[in-house]
């Protein structure tokens, strides 16, 4: 620690024992609070410096700011304060002489220091678990001599200096044999005998490694070179025969011949392989392709998403048969005919163009066939279920990537597992958990047989020793997969341990491999509870995994949120460059699993009540890990894949059955109540490939209270990139530009600040210049500006759009005084790629803390001759955003990216003028889009980073609402063509009073259960493309386009106005964050449900929507969902009423999102694959009813209508087709209602 650093003569810096006002490792953040309690000026402490390991930083508090200046050490150990350059410092051997110092006054500090902030001595807390059934001492460590072994050449290990007892040895001879030694030399002794005895048994190990290693080579040697063979093993056998004083020459000769044969032994394999390539006409495949296990031909039972317009031409037969052959590279289209008869298809995996994902059915997929050059064809399929979907995608997938011309991989897929073992042996089969098979979400059983590329196991109090389980792992998945895995790295701690396995053919993708361990038992210093980790880089892309095992016992929550942020700050892993920034930022991709011990605020009566009815979500309310990360305590912008399966701790052992909640201890009885312990959670960049294909538990390994958890990922990775045209000239150089940086950081300091920039793509980081705006609206915050000429050019190492797209900005704001972090972010360069500047807003955090916010405005410049890009494997597959309300003809392609808001894409300048380089690459834009549907998809307000308090200094920020707009600048709702107003932005720095808002009622409505009809049309849409917007950020004249939230963020705060008028939400009532900033409102949620952010704001299909949002109340519901003048949208009558929102003040009544216009009634060619597009775009019900719904409650049967609808028959033009067999799949058994259905069907249709 920094604590004991820069001492000499063994004088501790700190004095004989350590002064009260020094703090230790307090973050920087802590010491302000302390100060800031403590509110008298001159109040002070010392904590460790967070920038230099050894030195200190010394706090004071003066009119209410915090001022902060570096002690270091110098070369003899001697402390000094920092001082400008020039002046003499001040020299002190230890800590307590320099304060003593500074207590008096005219010193050159701010002020004298006055009042020591003492730090709250807390007792050990003995973390044995009381309320578990854990032992009550903890385990010992295991008796291996390692803790960390890997198979990598690049692998860091540590060995303490006593591993082969070479430093206990060395210290006998110096205290003893040294002076024998000297004394036999001053008698004319010509050798050392002790010296020579010492350094035998000190290379004793060494020696017996040697000769397993020859032994092994030997046997290499005679394969390839039976001459040579024959005079290794004669020098090895006199060697051997050779003892006593010539140990040590034998040593050394072995290591000769060994330095011999591996430098010559691969020349003579290569020489003899030649020779055998010669001889035989066609070399055997590689061993893992031998061995591998085919993937066996796939069907999948299919109904044709067919309407009535399509049956008069292609028939009434609508079932179909999906065969899928990976290893043939083909997609085989069956179709039963009359007669018994087939009509069939092959599709070869070039001609599958593109799958989309239905988003409101979740068992329908669009496939779309290239039929000739430059046409293609989309079919809509429905599948049994959305799990027959996903693995169908899978396989498909799969033969894509098998089948490619890449020679890297674009995407591969990732099997976690976490797992408590309860110190006993793990049982003879765990294939269930291999296998991804139990409860929660689960892989279909087409799928579970497909080898994944990693295998990471993490699990705790396990007995087992390392090699011995990596062993029966790797077994256990050559029984699975007849693949033999190779162990990347297994790391352990005590009994806490961390193995990665890696398919062979990926073995030499994996590059620096790195370990670490913190331990968090008793005083942090025994490792029964901690955490392990693993980082590597996958060609192009890093990983990290952490796994851990928490403090446990229902009441340690805030021990457990303490063990987090340790681990987080400790954790020693990735590229040591990011020293500045914790492990959640150094990975493009990191996973955190274990038993993180958090448990279920709940009487525990009532959460067996809820399992034995499987109600997981009020059990998940009171979770305290949900709870913690809502707070954002922990795991900040990680996320978690819904849990659908019950809770894993605490079972009966040998059974799944009984929980056993109450255990007799010394301190009388405890409670454990059933809890979901075991989590794997994840953190990826922002505009990155992740999915999580499974989540669940096992549910037939019972040898632990715990039981195992899964969960599968497919994730997207990139290749080392290499330049086809070599390093750019200076003609074809990309680059990084700034326009202007404004940030927001939770401080009471009034320092300056500088920002530094990483990435790999830069050959070294770099600083911009210190801020040049600078001011306060509160105490507690500081909004720091810099513009151009204070940010620094930023020059790529390679300048293709292919390479840049995927790199990603890494940056913190470090203070001027102390060099220390205020805050780190992240920002993807792909969204940023173009002619014109494009803004930027995220947020910041520092040792897994919110610290603030940032925002700015950026481009990344690509010259025309770098421009040339391909599709990834993962944009293969999209997401149909069309039936909430899209244009269907182009479906929107929408990724699962990262989960954390972190990049605002706004197009400036006049709509529907796009630059050369933003249309080329308009395509991975879109499929840029991260969509937000995890964890932090905005559920409620509370969960995002806008309730920190500094999103509401920001006046002028982009995303303003329309409250801050004049009446006058509003769209007209009689023109489709309003005149354009020049606004003047506001500039870095600068606050702007927001004018009136205009007056009128503003209507929200809840979404139906129904697709809503769209208020626009491709046909349409280019009454858009000539509208005119209110000025963006830059300003400008007509055709500029109004700043809009973009879809995938968090709404931002209304102005102060604006915010006494809301009305609270019965619920997300905000955190108080900071008691000064208490009485901020966060604008309410509409009653009735999570807000769909993401819906109305797509870019696909031409639809000119993106710009033209006016308010941040259309961010509380989306464009799709608000009520427009004209003919009322129809809805489903399975969905509620629509919803009159409560008048949120006069000034905020009237703000419209759009000028009303009549909605243009969808047809159903918009709907239909292209073979189907004839004749008529308008719609030909010949039902009378509009939904599914309605037919059925007119016949008195709405309780068939959930079985319909999650069987495909989601439409009535679909119903026409309906047989006796379709209804009973649907649930529809009874003789009589069968009747009832089809008859009324055949009514209908005359």
Request: hydrophobic share 35%.
């Amino acid at each position: 620690m920094a604590g004991g650093g820069g001492s000499s003569g063994g004088v501790s810096p700190l004095g004989p024992a350590p002064p009260m006002w020094y703090h230790r490792d307090l973050s920087r953040a802590a010491a302000e609070e302390l100060l800031a309690r403590a509110g008298r000026d001159g109040s002070f402490l010392v904590r460790d410096s967070e920038s230099v390991n050894g030195a200190y930083a010394l706090c004071v508090l003066f009119q209410k700011h915090v001022h902060t200046y570096r002690i270091l050490p110098d070369d003899e150990g001697f402390l000094a304060v920092q001082t400008s350059q020039g002046v003499q410092p001040k020299r002190f051997k230890t800590l307590p002489e320099l304060i003593s110092l500074y207590l008096n006054p005219s010193q050159g500090l701010v002020t004298t220091l006055l009042f020591p902030v003492e730090r709250e001595e807390m007792a050990v807390s003995d973390d044995r678990d009381y309320s578990d059934g854990e032992d009550e001492k903890p385990p010992l460590p295991p008796r291996s001599a390692s803790t960390s072994t890997s198979p990598g050449p690049e692998t860091p290990t540590e060995s303490s200096p006593a591993a082969n007892g070479l430093s206990t040895i060395s210290h006998d001879y110096l205290k003893g044999s040294y002076a024998l030694d000297l004394e036999a030399v001053k008698q004319g002794a010509s050798s050392l005998p002790h010296l020579n005895k010492t350094l035998v048994s000190s290379c004793k190990r060494l020696n017996g490694e040697v000769d397993k290693v020859l032994c092994g080579l030997e046997i290499l040697s005679k394969v390839f070179d039976q001459q040579s063979a024959f005079m290794v093993s004669k020098m090895i056998q006199q060697s051997v025969n050779q003892g006593g004083d010539q140990e040590l020459e034998n040593l050394v000769t072995k290591l000769a011949i060994l330095k011999d044969l591996l430098s010559s032994i691969e020349k003579k394999a290569l020489k003899a392989l030649q020779d055998m390539s010669l001889s035989s006409p066609c070399s055997p495949p590689p061993f893992s392709m031998r061995h591998s296990k085919a993937i066996p031909v796939q069907a999948f039972e299919v109904k044709l998403d067919v309407y009535l317009a399509e049956l008069t031409k292609i028939g009434k037969s609508q079932k179909y048969t999906l065969s899928v052959d990976v290893e043939g590279g083909r997609l085989v289209v069956m179709k039963k005919v009359k007669d018994n008869q087939e009509d069939w298809t092959t599709f070869t995996h070039d001609k599958i163009r593109q799958l989309i994902k239905s988003q409101r059915v979740q068992n329908k997929l669009g496939i779309v066939f290239e039929k000739e050059k430059d046409k293609s064809q989309r079919k809509d399929f429905v599948f049994a279920s959305a799990k027959k979907r996903e693995a169908f995608c899978q396989l498909l997938q799969l033969m894509k990537n098998k089948h490619s011309n890449q020679d890297e991989p674009d995407m591969i897929s990732i099997f976690i597992g976490t797992w408590n073992m309860g110190s006993v042996p793990a049982p003879k089969s765990v294939a269930s958990w291999m296998l991804c098979r139990g409860l929660g979400k689960t892989l279909d059983e087409m799928a579970v047989t497909i080898p994944h590329d990693l295998y990471v196991f993490g699990s705790q109090e396990n007995s087992v020793c390392d090699r011995e389980w990596v062993e029966s792992l790797r077994v256990a998945l050559k029984e699975q997969t007849e693949l033999d895995y190779k162990p990347i790295a297994i790391q352990t701690l005590w009994n806490i341990k961390l193995a990665v396995l890696v398919k062979p053919e990926h073995e030499n993708r994996i590059s620096h491999v790195g370990m670490s361990s913190v331990k968090t038992g008793i005083a942090n210093t025994l490792g029964n509870k901690g955490a392990v980790g693993v980082s590597f880089m996958f060609n192009g892309t890093s990983f990290g995994f952490v796994n851990c095992h928490l403090t446990s016992g229902n009441e340690k929550i805030g021990r457990r949120n303490q063990n987090y942020l340790d681990i987080l700050r400790l954790l020693s892993l990735g590229d040591k460059q990011l020293s500045s920034f914790d492990i959640s930022l150094r990975f493009t991709h990191l996973f955190w699993l274990g038993d993180l011990n958090y448990r279920l605020d709940m009487d525990i009566q009532e959460i067996l009540n809820y399992i034995n009815r499987k109600e997981f979500e009020p059990l998940l309310k009171v979770d305290q890990l949900n709870l913690e990360r809502e707070k954002n305590k922990v795991f900040l912008r990680f996320a978690e894949e819904e849990i659908s399966f019950p809770p894993t701790y605490r079972y009966e052992r040998g059974s799944r059955d009984t929980y056993v909640w109450q255990k007799q201890k010394a301190t009388g009885m405890r409670t454990n109540v059933p809890s979901w312990c075991d989590r794997i959670l994840w953190k990826s960049y922002p505009e990155t490939h992740m999915v999580c294909n499974s989540y669940g538990c096992t549910d037939d390994i019972v040898t632990s209270d715990h039981s195992p958890v899964f969960a599968t990922f497919e994730v997207g990775v990139t290749s080392q990139f290499v330049s086809k045209k070599g390093l750019p000239k200076s003609s074809e150089q990309a680059y990084i530009e700034f326009e202007c940086i404004e940030a927001i950081v939770k401080t009471a300091s009034r320092t300056k600040f500088f920002i530094e920039f990483y990435s790999t793509c830069l050959e070294e980081f770099k600083k911009s210049y210190e801020n040049d705006t600078q001011n306060s609206d509160n105490i507690n915050f500081l909004r720091v500006g810099w513009s151009n000429k204070q940010l620094t050019t930023l020059k790529p190492l390679l300048s293709e759009i292919e390479y840049l797209q995927d790199q990603h900005l890494l940056l913190t704001v470090k203070s001027v005084d102390g060099y220390e972090s205020y805050g780190e972010c992240v920002l993807a360069l792909k969204s940023m790629i173009g002619s014109t500047a494009q803004q930027f807003h995220t947020y910041l955090s520092h040792r897994g803390e919110e610290t603030g916010n940032i925002r700015g405005s950026m481009r990344v410049r690509v010259p025309s001759e770098r421009m040339g890009t391909r599709e990834r494997l993962y944009e293969w597959i999209s997401v149909d955003k069309d039936e909430t309300g899209g244009p269907r003809g182009r479906p929107s392609v929408v990724s699962r990216m990262g989960h954390e808001p972190s990049v605002v894409r706004k197009q400036l300048g006049e709509l529907g003028k796009v630059s050369e380089e933003a249309e080329r690459s308009s395509k991975e834009e879109t499929a840029a889009r991260p969509k937000q549907d995890g964890p932090d998809g905005g559920d409620s307000i509370s969960k995002n980073s806008f309730n920190n308090p500094a999103y509401y200094i920001l006046e002028g920020v982009p995303n303003q609402s329309a409250a801050a707009i004049s009446p006058e600048l509003l769209p007209s709702p009689t023109s489709s063509n309003p005149p354009a107003a020049k606004v003047n932005p506001p500039s870095a720095g600068v606050r702007t009073k927001p004018p009136a808002a205009p007056s009128g009622p503003l209507h929200l409505r809840r979404a139906a259960a129904g697709p809503p009809a769209r208020t626009i049309t491709e046909e349409g849409s280019s009454e858009d493309d000539g509208g005119s917007c209110v000025a963006g950020a830059q300003g400008g004249g007509a055709g500029s386009t109004l700043n809009r939230p973009p879809p995938d963020f968090p709404p931002p705060p209304l102005p102060k106005g604006a915010l006494e008028m809301v009305t609270e939400a019965p619920f997300n009532k905000p955190r108080p964050l900071y008691p000064d900033l208490a009485e901020v409102r966060i604008p309410p949620a509409a009653p009735g449900g999570p807000l769909a952010l993401g819906e109305g704001f797509r870019r696909g299909g031409g639809m000119a929507l993106d710009d033209q949002s006016c308010s941040v109340l259309q961010m509380a519901k989306t464009l799709s969902e608000s009520e427009f003048g004209g003919q009322p949208p129809p809805r489903a009558p399975s969905a509620p009423p629509p919803l009159r929102g409560q008048p949120m003040g006069a000034g905020l009544d009237a703000c419209r999102t759009f000028p009303p216009r009549n909605p243009i009634t969808e047809s159903i060619a918009e709907d239909m694959p292209e073979e189907a597009l004839w004749g008529s775009s308008s719609s030909s019900l010949s039902v009378g009813e509009s939904s599914v719904g309605e037919w059925l409650q007119r016949l008195g049967l709405e309780k068939y209508e959930q079985g319909l609808l999650h069987n495909g028959w989601d439409d009535l033009e679909f119903l026409s087709d309906i047989t006796e067999e379709d209804l009973e799949e649907a649930g529809v058994l009874d003789p009589a209602h069968k009747q009832i259905l089809l008859e009324s069907l055949r009514q209908q249709q005359k």
